[in-house]
């Protein structure tokens, strides 16, 4: 139990061009969904947080402009990089809580964006 | 400032013998602290959860110890092989439902 599916795995695309991540929470509610965005050898950041039908809280520093998340259902958040730039070539990955609330989190497979 | 170390970025051992890996914070009151293995280009996946008020948990081959006045937890492998080589990160959770916050990671090499 507790799948986390996240798509597309990689992703290629122009400087300029908006990409978009899906997050679906497979055999749960995800009752919260996290963005985490890392890069080589580095700690997975948070990006944004989200609850199903409100808008995402923003980390510092994080353009919610430019990273524009939204989670319409309990089982689905998605995340869209617009006009994005070589500097956002990263490790996106998606996670969730379920309604236990035991303060695991379940997290995707993780999106590899690279912008050319 | 709020920090959350992993004592080394790699470690290598060899299989058989029990791996360590800690994880120190500072400025952080966590309710609980996770582990959680990663391999490359995938997702992190759960390992073990302990409480503040834990002092262990056992889980298989694995052993995690909280000490929220050393501010400190070890992770330990026993009888490691192969299979364990991964990066293994530790995981602050200040309040259920609310984000992880991460440390860099430790990257254990089990050679045989």
Known sequence: GAVVSQHPSWVICKSGTSVKIECRSLDFQATTMFWYRQFPKQSLMLM????EGSKATYEQGVEKDKFLINHASLTLSTLT???????????????????KNTGELFFGEGSRLTVL | SQKIEQNSEALNI????????????????????QWYRQDPGRG???LLLIRENE?????ERLKVTFDTTL??????????????????????????????????????SVSS
């Open chain 1, 48 to 51: 944004a947080t989200s609850n």
């Open chain 2, 14 to 33: 060899q299989e058989g013998k029990t791996a360590t890996l800690t994880c120190n914070y500072t400025n952080y009151s966590p309710a609980y602290l």
């Open chain 1, 81 to 99: 990089v617009t006009s994005a730039h070589p500097e956002d070539s990263s490790f996106y990955i998606c996670s969730a809580t379920d309604r």
């Open chain 2, 55 to 59: 002092k262990e948990k056992r889980k």
């Open chain 2, 71 to 108: 501010k400190q937890s070890l992770f330990h492998i026993t009888a490691s092989q192969p299979a364990d080589s991964a990066t293994y990160l530790c995981a602050l959770g200040i309040q259920a439902g609310t984000a992880l916050i991460f440390g860099k990671g430790t990257t254990l």
């Open chain 2, 44 to 46: 992190p996946v759960f």
